[in-house]
């Protein structure tokens, strides 16, 4: 890695404001897209109804039920999802200081579907995040243990957090078999990931818990910044490190353990993203984990259409197609990370 | 001048094995004190004690007027700064940024500017510290711990992997920032840049401060040859004492 790559940090300013064209570009298309094609007049005249404007055509009642109750929170569920992934990879990486930490990679993610799948069995859909969200701090936390010991080796840190993740997955196997089938998702749910259980309800409790999760990760910002010198810098320039690297690690994985309980485990979002927009627009995490935000949502809103329209009227698991993208950038960073 | 850090009979010990045992060590406001002494003696150990990172098995270390288990880490940063021998350099923060990153509050560019300058980093501003060589890394985190602006500094090596024109650059510097008012605790592995710039000098030996002064006290060739066990010449070279190891 050259000093010239640097150099020029293309403007932040830019760079948000691109990304949240391009997520607004993603959102118009998923709301018109997909089985029914609804034109963008009819898309955006449900749109305005549904935040309380008479404006424009009225909707046709089938634009009206597709949209509507159908994509609108579908879309904004990919939203809350990638921005949560996305913010919850960055600070995760700054925690351990380790460019190759993702949240579902390092079984979070397949930890807290154990918790889903469990919540799931007593308590519906938002029993499922509730559950995700509980098991996933009780992982964070866990890895935060194993770290201690392996975080001098970056590249064993992953390898412990790869077991983990396949030793969780096999449990997520077991739970969901010894489940009752009619109130539990199947296996393909939980390990592709789908979006396609998306309604208000499911929307609004994710955006409650990934809000305050990510609200907490964007606070540390700064922590998280003096962190990258060295624990021990850190706590020279002021910082209770113990207490910052807990409280960042059980946010993520809130955040990640309540997607999980929403759409199932959705992979490579925490990673690839705040790699591409720490090119982009430098480190600082504050800036890095709110512009991940919008460069998760728009991954994710692209995965989802992908996902909805590729093989239509059949649905992808929408963590199949992350996975896709995000597989080959992972090799890319497990070679680079060698010559380094 | 006013005690910045007293330090007394301190003791460190894992599994009962003293690391350092019984030191005493003091730092006032403008003073430069050079910590010398062999490897292994317990120099890096009393810093660690020193600056909060170890607490004393037995001892007494007070910061100011508090015993400094009783400052969190927040009140700690105010009022001294550390350079650690250990470096980090995972993430691709820039020079600048790192530097700026010793401000424990608003960022004064123009003492940012300053600290560059003092410190031969300017050019260096936008390159990824990853990237940077030995000397250079140091000269960077010394920039960023200055920028701390305290009034206690620990510095375990500051002159790790500096060329000699740097390392002069490096101690006129905390000569001119201790005239000022700060004080230094330097730990100094080159006996002839601590003769030039310290005040005074204490010297370690297995866990223990075998000679504590100034210079005529504590750089002399008997005392020096006994603890570092090689034959040494102290010699005067126009207004500068030289220390130099005999056959």
């Known amino acids: ?340 | 001048m006013t005690t910045l850090l007293d330090a007394r009979s301190v003791t460190y010990a894992i599994d009962r094995i003293e690391l350092i045992a019984g030191v005493d060590f003091r730092v006032g406001s403008g003073e430069l004190v050079a910590v010398i002494g062999p490897n292994g003696a317990g120099k890096s150990t009393l810093f660690a004690v020193l600056a909060g990172d170890l607490r004393a098995t037995d001892g007494s270390v007070v910061v100011g007027e508090r015993n400094i288990d009783e400052l969190d880490f927040a009140e700690l940063a105010e009022f001294r700064a550390v350079l650690s021998q250990r470096r980090q350099a995972g993430i691709p923060f820039r020079v600048g940024e790192v530097v700026a990153m010793g401000a424990r509050h608003s960022v004064d560019s123009a003492a940012l500017h300053e600290i560059l300058e003092a410190m031969d980093v300017s050019d260096l501003v936008d390159r990824v510290v990853g990237t940077l060589s030995g000397g250079e890394h140091t000269r960077v985190e010394l920039a960023r711990v200055l920028m701390q602006n305290t009034p206690l500094l620990l510095l375990d090596e500051p002159l790790t992997a500096l060329d000699i024109a740097h390392q002069e650059l490096v101690m006129r510097h905390l000569r001119r920032r201790a005239e000022a008012g700060q004080g230094f605790a330097v730990i100094l592995h080159d006996l002839n840049a601590a003769a030039a710039y310290a005040d005074r000098f204490v010297l370690m030996n297995r866990g223990s401060v075998v000679a504590d002064g100034d210079g005529a006290a504590v750089l002399d060739s008997g005392v020096l040859a006994e603890v570092y066990r090689c034959g040494m010449r102290v010699a005067r070279v126009g207004r500068r004492t030289v220390i130099v190891p005999t056959d």
């Open chain 1, 1 to 340: 890695m050259t000093a010239g790559k640097w150099r020029v940090r293309g403007s932040r300013r830019g760079l948000v404001g691109g990304l949240a064209i391009g997520v607004l570009a993603l959102v118009a298309l998923n709301l018109g897209m997909g089985a029914v094609s609804i034109a963008p007049s009819e898309v955006l005249a449900v749109v305005f109804r549904r935040v309380g404007l008479n404006i424009g055509e009225v909707p046709s009642a089938t634009a009206d039920a597709v949209v509507g109750t159908l994509r609108l929170p579908r879309a904004l569920l990919a939203i809350t999802v990638g921005g949560g992934l996305a913010a919850a990879g960055a600070a995760l990486q700054g925690v351990f200081r380790n460019s190759l930490a993702d949240p579902q990679l390092l079984g979070i993610g397949p930890g807290a579907a154990i918790g889903a799948v469990v919540g799931a069995v007593t308590g519906g859909v938002a029993g499922a995040i509730a559950g995700g969200t509980a098991a996933g701090v009780l992982v964070a936390l866990l890895l935060r243990r194993l770290a201690r010991r392996a975080a001098a080796e970056p590249a064993r840190f992953i390898l412990v957090g790869v077991a983990l993740g396949a030793a969780l997955t096999a449990w997520v196997g077991f739970f969901v078999f010894a489940s009752d089938r009619s109130v539990v998702p199947p296996m393909e749910f939980w390990l592709l990931g789908s979006l396609s259980g998306a309604t208000w309800r499911v929307l609004g409790t994710a955006l409650v818990l990934i809000g305050v999760g990510v609200a907490v990760l964007i606070i540390n910002g700064r922590s998280l910044d003096l962190l990258s010198l060295g624990e021990i810098q850190a706590r020279h320039l002021g910082v209770d490190v113990d207490l910052i690297v807990t409280v960042v690690l059980m946010a993520v994985g809130a955040v990640t353990g309540a997607t999980v309980g929403a759409v199932g485990v959705v992979g490579f979002v925490g990673l690839v993203v705040p790699h591409v927009v720490r090119r982009a627009a430098g480190p600082s995490h504050r800036f890095l984990m709110a512009a991940s935000i919008l460069g998760g949502a728009g991954f994710v809103l692209a995965a989802d259409l992908a996902a909805r329209t590729l093989l239509s009227p059949v649905e992808i698991g929408v963590g199949l197609l992350t996975a896709l993208a995000g597989g080959p950038f992972f090799l890319f960073l497990l070679r680079r990370a060698r010559l380094a």
